[in-house]
Each structure stands twice: as C-alpha cells, then as structure tokens.
C-alpha cells in the first residue's frame, strides 16, 4: 500500500457526498538532492504558499521520520474526487514556478499515489491540530481485498470505536494496482511522541469486543489476507506547507 496521509477540509467532502464519490487523497513521496535541500525547502515553501494555500489543493508537506524513506518529503493534497482533480493548478505559471523551484532540486524517484478514504470506518469527531501521523501501511494478498476489509478491518474499526473513541483515524485504500506491497493504510494522529510509548492493549480490547477466543481467530485472517505490513511516522513541515494544520470534524452517518 502506498504513503498515505489525511487532510480532511469540509468542502471537499461536501463535494464528494453531492457527486456520489469517495474523496481521494494524493500522495506524492520526493527525494531531495541532499545538497540542495534549503533551496529545495525554500522552494516548495513559497510554492505552496503561492499556488496550494487552501481548498481541495492546498498542500501540506511531511518529513518522514523512520524507515527506509526516513528524509524524504511526503506532499499531500486532498481530499478531491476523480472528477474534481482537473482543476488543480495546472497553468503556465504554475508548471514554470514548480519546474523552477522544486524540480530541479528533486531526484529521478517520485512516488505518486491515490488513496480513496473510507469515512464509515475512519473517525475525524473533532477539529485538531496536525502535528505528528503514524502510517501503518499493509499488503493485501492479490484478490483477498473483500476478505481483507470484512474480517480485518471493519472489525479493528469496531475495537477503536468501542474502546478508543478518542483516538482519531483515517482508512484508506489505494485507488491503483501496483507491485509495491502498499494497498491499504490506517492513519493515526498524536501530538507528542509519548504516544508511541503508550501500553498496548489491542489484543485485550479485541476479546472485549468480539469476545473470549477471537484474537486467535484474527490473527489467523490478518495472516490469510495480507503479506506483511510496516510503519514510519510523519513530521508536519508547517514551514513547507500551504494549507494550515487545523483539521475541522465532520459528521457521517
């Protein structure tokens, strides 16, 4: 599944819920020339601040900050829908400003993705403040998707439901085929680092909720559905960013 992350504004999703389409969110992992990254954040800082400050395409940007893509930058804009996402910025001066810029310092392995949002399985109850995301990104095995989301999925969303309803999260799954392990990713906000400290009591509130014996029996379809799974943690480069770190609740039924 590929590098995900949510930024969640009201008027995209009004948009998606008027046309009947899921909101997409885009990812896109840079590689900076290491002996250009101050021209390269001062770049992107102002580009963003000049073409994707707010709306459906304002941009936030993210330092990677564990795993093999510890360093890299991870843009994220959204969320839009398939029919919406035309009307990006794309002008001249749009294309001169980026190619003048950003381009130039980036290296040859961008890494785009489309993450579609399931917003009945995320929780977004609050407006909060971006600051820190853990991405737990998983590869589903060819043609068990179904069988992924049914037994895995929606019953881990019931566990937080239950059990955490103040954590905030959003699931995602990638809108394209790839070969790279990246199909699915659950998003997880927090502020300070603490958090990845915290007990974990998972395969306790599971039994809690699915009763005595479960576990056992999810972890054998996690197994059967999935090849293997990591996680990196996001820094928000405010900086860097256009749009602003508040994220604003919104209901679903």
């Not at 102002?46 to 395409?57: M, S, T």
């Not at 609050?126 to 043609?143: A, C, G, L």
């Not at 103040?166 to 995602?172: I, N």
């Not at 005595?212 to 990196?232: L, N, P, Q, Y």
Request: glycine residues 6%.
């Amino acid at each position: 599944m590929k590098k995900l992350l949510c930024t969640l504004l009201m008027m995209p999703f009004l948009l998606a819920s008027q046309t009947n389409e899921s909101p997409i969110i885009e990812n896109v992992m840079l590689t900076v020339n290491p002996e250009k990254i101050m021209e390269f954040e001062a770049g992107i800082a102002a580009h963003n601040k000049k073409f994707h400050a707010e709306g459906p395409y304002g941009a936030r940007v993210y330092s990677v900050v564990n795993g093999k893509n510890a360093g890299k930058y991870m843009l994220i804009m959204g969320p839009f829908t398939w029919s919406t996402i035309d009307s990006r910025p794309s002008g001249q001066d749009h294309t001169d400003d980026n190619n003048k810029n950003i381009n130039k310092y980036l290296m040859p392995d961008v890494d785009v993705n489309y993450m579609k949002m399931h917003p009945e399985l995320s929780n977004f109850s609050k407006d909060f403040e971006i600051d820190k995301v853990s991405v737990f990104m998983i590869d589903v095995k060819r043609f068990k998707q179904g069988d992924f989301i049914e037994k895995v999925v929606k019953k881990v969303a019931k566990v937080y439901k239950e059990k955490m309803p103040d954590q905030l999260y959003g699931v995602y799954s990638n809108e394209m085929n790839n070969m790279d392990g990246m199909d699915f990713g659950w998003v997880e906000f927090f502020e300070g680092s603490s958090w990845l400290g915290k007990e974990d009591k998972f395969a306790q509130y599971f039994e809690e909720v699915h009763g005595s014996g479960s576990f056992e029996k999810f972890i054998a379809d996690v197994e059967a559905t999935t090849d293997g799974d990591r996680t990196e943690i996001w820094q928000l480069r405010k900086d860097l960013s256009g749009s602003s770190a508040t994220v604003k609740a919104i209901a679903r039924q």
